[in-house]
Structures are given as C-alpha cells and as structure tokens.
C-alpha cells in the first residue's frame, strides 16, 4: 500500500475502534457507582479484545493491499513485455515475409520466360522440372503472403476499402483463375450465382482473398466429384431458421440481409470436434504427410478468411459430414437499398 494515501478501510477501522472505546468508557461512567469491580474489569477487558481484533484485521488488510498492488505491477510489466514482444514478432513476419515475397516474384517471373521460350525452346525433359519450379514458387509464394497477412492483422494494418460489386462476374473470374488448379486434379465447378442478386458494398480485395482460400482448400481435399459455388440472398428470417436448423449461428453484427456464398465439396469432411478447430491459426485436419506440401500448408487459410470476414461485418461458418463432403458459407452483409425482392435461401 502506497504510503501517500490512506485507504477508505484503515479510516474505517479507526472510526470503528474509537466508537468502541467511546461506547465503553460512557457504559463505565454510568455503571462506575453501582457495579462491582470485576463488571468493570471485563468491560475494559472486551475493549482491549476488540481493539486487539481490529489491529489484526488492520495488519492483514494492509499486507494483502500491499500484495496486491505488487501483483497489479508485475501484471503491468509482463502485459507491456507480451505486448512489445507480440509486436516485435508481427514486424519480424512483416519484414521477413517481405524480403521473401521480392525474389519469389523474380524466380516465377524467370520461370515464366523460360516457358514461354525466351531464352529458347524448352525440350520435353526440361518442360517438367520448370513446371515444378513454378509450382512450388507459387505456393511458397502463397503461405508467404498468408504469414503476411497474418502479421498486418496483429498489427492492425488491414484497411477496407468498400466498393460497389456485382457477385456474379466477380466469382466467375475468381473461379476461373482457380480453373487449372480444380483441372489438374480432375475436379469440375458446378456454379449458381443468378445475375439478379443484390450489389455488395464491400472490399473486393479482401473477397477475392476469402474466396480464393475457401474454393482453394475445397479443392485441396477433394480427390474426386465436383466444387459447387453458390450464392443466395437471405433475409433475417431465412438467416434464423437456417442456423438453426445447423445449429451453428454464425457471428453477424445488427444487419437484416444478407449475402450467402456457399463452397461446397465432395472431399474428405472434418468431424464435428474439429469444426470449431479448424479456424484457430497454424491448425491443420485430414493435414498431408510432411512429403505432401501442397497439401499441409501452414494451417492459416481458414484463419485468416475468418478474420478478413469479419472485417467486413461478416462471418463464416461450417457444416461438414466425414466421407462426404463440407460446405462453407461465407455471410456478408447487404446494403438495404440494394434489395430487390425476397430473399431466395431454400
């Protein structure tokens, strides 16, 4: 306890104690004449007894004040040392991610004039180990720009900036940049997005990057069927009926429409005590061997869709059955001038 300053219990305790003797020394005055000594004597007695008390409750009060004063100053030390050290560790990704993006771009840009013949025709032999190059530049390229993100997050660097968008070309062209991928593993789209949906006001760069995770780790774990792409209008009603009927209530802020792009596979499924896991960052299911890379990834893609959605006032949640499939849905809000008619969620 500081020395400076005198806590509101030691004046009570003061006050109690000279209201005791106070109490004491007039009930001593009015039996002085007619009671017999040893009355008096156990009155005194029981003063001394409960100022002995209130002294022991003073002493153990100040010691436990001092001891909690010491702990609240060792709790603001190691909070500022895990908020310096936390920081630290976001630059040190920053930068690190950084240094390793610049000649990552320049290997697959010296990939790509190989394969387009720039420095001469690739023979069929060559053709395969730069195919490989490029792949894993590609990849390694992608799980550093997700320890990137990961860092701008922690800093709090990630801006929004909300533009105008209309869903439907804009998931075809992301869906057509991930084509070659679902190709090589023999994986066909299956696309509902009807032109007549509402515009979204949202952040197109960070919608590309969700949806580029979501369809990319569809892909990822189905080994055969097909990668449906859907996206619905959903009002309030139709939101509380289909969580539900799920049981999984995604986290949306106070808006009464919503947009929701469902990525659905054929793939392996995630059990339900995993559902929740999946999200928390550097978690990996159904994960590859070590030998499969492309497959383990660094476990940061839900992670970071999940942040980057809820960036944008949205969520996303799961439904997932082993050996059948899973089904994410990514909820964004709508404005509620751009709505056009009913909601449209089976």
Same mark, same amino acid.
């Given at each position: 306890?500081?020395?400076?300053?005198?806590?509101?219990?030691?004046?009570?305790?003061?006050?109690?104690?000279?209201?005791?003797?106070?109490?004491?020394?007039?009930?001593?005055?009015?039996?002085?004449?007619?009671?017999?000594?040893?009355?008096?004597?156990?009155?005194?007695?029981?003063?001394?007894?409960?100022?002995?008390?209130?002294?022991?409750?003073?002493?153990?009060?100040?010691?436990?004040?001092?001891?909690?004063?010491?702990?609240?100053?060792?709790? /603001?030390?190691?909070?500022?040392?895990?908020?310096?050290?936390?920081?630290?560790?976001?630059?040190?990704?920053?930068?690190?991610?950084?240094?390793?993006?610049?000649?990552?771009?320049?290997?697959?840009?010296?990939?790509?004039?190989?394969?387009?013949?720039?420095?001469?025709?690739?023979?069929?032999?060559?053709?395969?180990?730069?195919?490989?190059?490029?792949?894993?530049?590609?990849?390694?390229?992608?799980?550093?720009?997700?320890?990137?993100?990961?860092?701008?997050?922690?800093?709090?660097?990630?801006?929004?900036?909300?533009?105008?968008?209309?869903?439907?070309?804009?998931?075809?062209?992301?869906?057509? /940049?991930? /084509?070659?991928?679902?190709?090589?593993?023999?994986?066909?789209?299956?696309?509902?997005?009807?032109?007549?949906?509402?515009?979204?006001?949202?952040?197109?760069?960070?919608?590309?990057?969700?949806?580029?995770?979501?369809?990319?780790?569809?892909?990822?774990?189905?080994?055969?069927?097909?990668?449906?792409?859907?996206?619905?209008?959903?009002?309030?009603?139709?939101?509380?009926?289909?969580?539900?009927?799920?049981?999984?209530?995604?986290?949306?802020?106070?808006?009464?429409?919503?947009?929701?792009?469902?990525?659905?596979?054929?793939?392996?499924?995630?059990?339900?005590?995993?559902?929740?896991?999946?999200?928390?960052?550097?978690?990996?299911?159904?994960?590859?061997?070590?030998?499969?890379?492309?497959?383990?990834?660094?476990?940061?893609?839900?992670?970071?869709?999940?942040?980057?959605?809820?960036?944008?006032?949205?969520?996303?949640?799961?439904?997932?059955?082993?050996?059948?499939?899973?089904?994410?849905?990514?909820?964004?809000?709508?404005?509620?001038?751009?709505?056009?008619?009913?909601?449209?969620?089976?």
């Amino acid at each position: 306890m500081s020395g400076q300053a005198v806590r509101p219990s030691a004046v009570a305790l003061g006050t109690a104690s000279l209201g005791i003797a106070a109490g004491l020394w007039i009930a001593d005055h009015y039996v002085a004449a007619a009671a017999p000594w040893p009355v008096r004597l156990a009155l005194w007695v029981a003063l001394a007894l409960a100022m002995v008390a209130l002294a022991a409750v003073l002493v153990f009060e100040r010691r436990q004040a001092r001891h909690i004063e010491e702990r609240s100053v060792e709790l /603001e030390q190691l909070s500022g040392e895990l908020y310096r050290a936390n920081r630290a560790k976001a630059e040190f990704l920053g930068s690190v991610s950084h240094e390793l993006r610049t000649p990552l771009s320049a290997i697959v840009g010296f990939v790509d004039l190989l394969r387009d013949g720039s420095y001469g025709e690739l023979t069929p032999r060559q053709r395969g180990p730069v195919e490989r190059i490029e792949s894993s530049a590609n990849h390694l390229r992608e799980l550093v720009e997700q320890v990137l993100d990961l860092a701008r997050m922690a800093a709090g660097r990630l801006e929004v900036h909300p533009e105008p968008i209309r869903l439907r070309p804009f998931i075809i062209d992301v869906v057509s /940049e991930m /084509e070659p991928l679902a190709a090589q593993r023999g994986l066909a789209f299956a696309i509902t997005v009807p032109a007549t949906l509402p515009r979204l006001v949202t952040d197109s760069g960070h919608l590309r990057r969700i949806l580029v995770n979501l369809i990319g780790n569809a892909i990822k774990f189905t080994s055969s069927g097909t990668i449906g792409v859907r996206a619905t209008h959903v009002g309030d009603a139709d939101l509380a009926r289909v969580t539900a009927s799920t049981g999984r209530r995604p986290l949306l802020l106070a808006y009464t429409s919503w947009m929701a792009v469902q990525i659905t596979d054929t793939g392996l499924g995630i059990a339900a005590a995993d559902l929740d896991r999946i999200f928390e960052e550097f978690e990996q299911v159904n994960a590859g061997s070590r030998a499969d890379s492309q497959r383990r990834g660094t476990g940061l893609g839900l992670a970071i869709s999940r942040r980057l959605a809820r960036l944008l006032d949205g969520d996303i949640s799961v439904e997932s059955v082993p050996g059948s499939g899973s089904v994410f849905t990514l909820w964004l809000p709508v404005d509620a001038g751009q709505v056009e008619g009913p909601s449209s969620f089976p």
